[in-house]
């Protein structure tokens, strides 16, 4: 018996040392996404994915960071290399967490990221494959703020290219708003942003 409690300590110990390491380097890596260090943020977070390899959310973040700083990004190899970077990393966390809405919400921002640098040569067949993704991460989790706003800024977006009224999305993304003040998730690290770009758009659709 005191064979089995000492290795349950030290078990604990280990197991407590390990998450306070994992802790501690996400914080690491959010302040240096934070203070624009986007490249060192994109590094720790693969270094901690290397060392959790059955939790998503460091792969998810290492494509988070790489297709956020792809938007307006005119350099095609750099661009290139970031997302396809961002598809690498969106894809390992998708195999450890098959059925995951936030994820597919990435992997869609993944293709927006390609079709807003050029919508001639990527619109059409990345265009679909949004439509799917946001289907099913709505299917997965109705009530997830950044899937409803996200696919009300996709339909918004689709609905501008075609010369198509954009208001009745701002229904949606309203409810997004109002999902995001209730949405919780005791995950340590859990996705937590869109809401400030939810509030813009929707004081765009008051205008």
Same mark, same amino acid.
């Given at each position: ?15 407590? %040392? ?24 994109? /590094? ?7 060392? *959790?390899?059955? /939790? ?27 997302? *396809?970077?961002?598809?690498?990393? =969106?894809? =390992? ?16 921002? =993944? %293709?927006?990221?390609? =079709? ?13 494959? %949004? ?50 003040? /209730? ?15 939810? *509030? ?8």
């Amino acid at each position: 018996m005191k064979k089995l409690i000492i290795l349950t300590l030290l078990f604990t110990s280990f197991a407590t %040392n390990a998450q306070d390491k994992y802790t501690k380097g996400m914080e690491k890596a959010f302040q240096l996404w934070s203070a624009q260090k986007n490249l060192d943020a994109s /590094n720790l977070f693969e270094r901690i994915a290397m060392a *959790e390899q059955d /939790n998503w959310l460091p792969y998810y973040y290492v494509a988070l960071v790489n297709t956020t700083v792809s938007f307006g990004e005119k350099d095609v190899e750099k661009l290139t290399q970031q997302l *396809e970077k961002a598809k690498e990393f =969106i894809d =390992i966390a998708k195999s450890i967490s098959p059925e995951n809405a936030e994820i597919l919400v990435m992997e869609a921002m =993944i %293709n927006t990221a390609w =079709i807003a640098f050029d919508g001639a040569t990527y619109g059409m067949t990345l265009s679909g494959k %949004n439509a799917q993704l946001y289907q099913k991460a709505l299917a997965l989790a109705p009530d997830n703020p950044r899937v409803v706003f996200s696919k009300a800024e996709w339909d918004m977006g689709s609905a501008r290219f075609f010369g198509q009224d954009t208001t009745p999305y701002c229904k949606d993304v309203d409810r997004a708003l109002q999902l995001f003040a /209730n949405f919780s998730n005791d995950t340590p690290f859990y996705p937590s942003w869109g809401k400030d770009r939810a *509030e813009r758009v929707s004081k765009q659709c008051a205008e």
